[in-house]
């Protein structure tokens, strides 16, 4: 049962924990690496929530580019709209 709309499943928690330790573990302490996200498929016909989180992201059109710091948040962000993106370390 849903308490509010920040309740997560405890799965998910953790899955999105783990994941988002093992892409910061992997990358070195002395250089901050950056990711490359790119937007691969269209927001149309999708939750107000994706479409948000991909303004969020800094993506408004299709095969735009865009480079974050790998942040526990960005990595969050991105897990949610995985199918609408692609993401490569630079």
């Known amino acids: 049962m849903r308490l509010n ?13 783990f994941y988002s330790q093992k892409l910061i573990s992997n990358i070195e302490k002395d250089e901050m690496k950056k990711i490359k996200i790119t937007q691969v498929k269209s927001t149309i016909d999708r939750p107000e929530r994706q479409k948000r989180s991909m303004q969020a992201l800094g993506l408004r059109k299709m095969h735009q580019t865009v480079e974050h710091n790998p942040t526990p948040q960005i990595l969050g962000i991105v897990e949610k709209v995985k199918h609408l993106v692609s993401v490569e370390e630079v």
């Open 5 to 17: 709309s920040c309740y997560f499943a405890p799965k998910t928690l953790l899955f999105f924990l």
